[in-house]
């Protein structure tokens, strides 16, 4: 059954987004995502609602006693911008996608100011989640791009 809401004009544009569900606690439960706007909004946060409750690898399924408490964060991205030197990144304001050959790896802009890191920290720690060397950010063949999120 479709809400009215689904109909309406924002929610039928073209947006990436990633769903963040807590538990009570703050912990997290998941986080899925995607990095490009193939979908109207709608179908994006619903689909990564479901995918990041029930199929995030790293978390065990929520269990349906468990959503009553949960809490959900929606990021709406903008598009990736590739830059041209790490000193571009604003830790806080941009998300970064580390990419080099088939190893890829991203965080959300909240990541590095919830964790503390500073800007090399945050390079770092996105190319060890891309399975890369924690330097690989300083090397010519590693791809940088950043983008910005609006929370809802």
């Given amino acids: 059954r479709r809400s009215r ?18 538990s ?5 439960q998941g986080c899925i995502g995607e990095m490009e706007a193939r979908r109207p909004l709608v179908e ?7 995918a990041a409750a029930l199929r995030d690898p790293r978390f ?4 349906p006693d468990e959503v ?10 903008t598009p990736t911008r590739r830059i041209a030197h790490p000193s571009e990144v604003t830790v806080g ?3 970064i996608l580390v990419t080099q050959g088939r190893h890829r790896g991203v965080f959300l802009p909240e990541v590095a100011t919830e ?3 500073d800007r090399e920290t945050y390079l770092s720690a996105v190319c060890r989640k891309a399975g890369l060397p924690l ?11 950043v983008f910005e999120t609006v929370k809802v």
Avoid: K
């Fill in 93 to 95: 304001r941009h998300g």
């Fill in 135 to 145: 330097d690989a950010w300083r090397h010519p063949s590693t791809e940088l791009a």
């Fill in 68 to 77: 009553r408490g949960l809490s959900v964060g929606i990021s709406v991205l």
């Fill in 5 to 22: 809401g689904e109909d309406a004009p924002w929610a039928r544009v073209h947006r990436a987004t990633f769903v963040t569900p807590r």
């Fill in 24 to 28: 009570p606690d703050g912990s997290l």
């Fill in 44 to 50: 994006s946060v619903r689909d990564n609602a479901v």
């Fill in 115 to 117: 964790q503390g890191w």
């Fill in 60 to 63: 065990a399924p929520v269990g």
